[in-house]
């Protein structure tokens, strides 16, 4: 046999055997995924946060606001501001650092997986504080409604509330 047929026979021999492993490895019942898995298998949307307290000022009127639960709700609003812009500054600092040391670590070749995801749940948890604070400060807000008022936020706006006495 000449030296050139070897090689075509070998090639496909070698070729079939790889398709038939391959073939082999994805099952008997392989079929075809897709990137996104099929609706009923997604985890459900999270709800949509409570309103803030700026959330019902700005449905005073719908809500029918009395002044005391205005002037409450405004202050509440005040101190929400500042302290959300404060949590949000945290957040902003830890997903900057995150990423100025991702690239630092990518840069010199080395990625320690166990730091990685020890600075990544820093990251995660600044979001989570943020997010634990705001729902906090939610419940304050709508502790300050009444029953009624509750219903018709309801209705003008399937959110959960949370809290409070009429």
Do not use: C
Not at 15 to 31: C, I
Not at 52 to 77: E, F, I, K, P
Not at 86 to 102: I, P
Not at 114 to 142: D, K, N, P
Request: proline content about 8%; cysteine-free; charged content about 20%.
């Amino acid at each position: 046999m000449k030296i050139r047929l070897r090689y075509a026979i070998t090639t496909v021999a070698l070729v079939t055997l790889a398709l038939g492993a391959a073939w082999l490895q994805q099952g008997p019942d392989h079929r075809p995924t897709s990137a996104h898995p099929p609706a009923s298998a997604r985890p459900p949307a999270p709800p949509p946060p409570p309103p803030t307290a700026r959330g019902l000022l700005d449905r005073a009127d719908v809500l029918g606001l009395d002044s005391a639960q205005r002037t409450s709700l405004r202050a509440l609003a005040t101190g929400w501001a500042a302290e959300s812009a404060r949590l949000q500054r945290e957040v902003d600092a830890a997903s900057e650092e995150f990423s100025r040391w991702m690239n630092e670590t990518r840069a010199a070749g080395r990625t320690p997986l166990a730091e990685i995801q020890r600075r990544s749940t820093e990251v995660a948890a600044a979001g989570a504080e943020l997010r634990r604070r705001r729902r906090l400060h939610a419940e304050a807000a709508a502790a300050l409604l009444t029953n009624a008022q509750r219903s018709r936020l309801g209705a003008i706006a399937p959110m959960t509330v949370h809290g409070g006495n009429t």
